[in-house]
């Protein structure tokens, strides 16, 4: 395992080389004191994995393979990313969320705890690139939402809590709570009464 700065590993970890923590940032370049990597117990990381300094992971992460969580990132308990994954910093993630395989975080996003995000979802969080006019501002995603494989979400769309995603959409405006969004550009319609989270949850 390659280390940079300063890094905490909770009791029960199982990592699988090459892994690195604590990688510098920009503004760290070069500097052996500074704050690394603080993750929680029983984790499991596995190879390839890179985890930037400043970033704060709960108990019982997962990684897969190759994946890269950059600078600033704060991630709660039961978290796991799926291989290929990109999270670019400055990201906040809840508990038990899961990230599907190849999905793409931008920096400034937010997600609350519960949700589930398939594989080769993008989010984004420059509305008019590469101008960075009215700068950059990723997605915020509710608690218990869904989002499909292959979405793409437009910067600073608040997806609600218990909303679904559909599979391929393209989400260009918000998603009130325990709504679907389908389609490309996405509609929103009412979640089947089978998939209404709220209701299978009494």
Excluded at 36 to 41: D, F, P, Q, S, V
Excluded at 138 to 151: E, F, L, M, S, T
Aim: glycine share 14%; net charge positive; proline share 5%.
């Amino acid at each position: 395992m390659t280390k940079y700065g300063i890094n905490t590993i909770g009791e029960g970890a199982q990592i699988f080389e090459p892994v690195t923590l604590g990688f510098p940032s920009r503004d760290n370049i070069g500097k052996i004191s500074f704050t690394g990597t603080l993750i929680g117990k029983n984790a499991i990381i596995r190879s390839g994995t890179i985890i930037y300094c400043d970033v704060i992971i709960g108990d019982n992460f997962q990684s897969g393979h190759n994946v890269m969580i950059r600078e600033k990132t704060r991630i709660g308990n039961q978290v796991a990313i799926g291989t290929a994954t990109v999270i670019e910093g400055n990201t906040s993630i809840g508990n038990e969320v899961s990230l599907q395989s190849m999905v793409y975080i931008p920096t400034d996003t937010v997600i609350g705890d519960n949700v589930f995000i398939g594989p080769n979802t993008v989010l984004t969080n420059d509305r008019y690139p590469p101008t960075r006019i009215g700068g950059l501002k990723g997605p915020q995603i509710g608690d218990g939402a869904a989002i499909g494989a292959n979405a793409t979400l437009l910067p600073g769309v608040i997806i609600g809590e218990g909303a679904l995603v559909a599979a391929g959409a393209i989400v260009t405006r918000d998603v009130p709570a325990r709504k679907l969004a389908i389609g490309a550009p996405a509609k929103i319609t009412d979640l089947p009464s089978k998939m209404n989270r709220k209701e299978t949850r009494k």
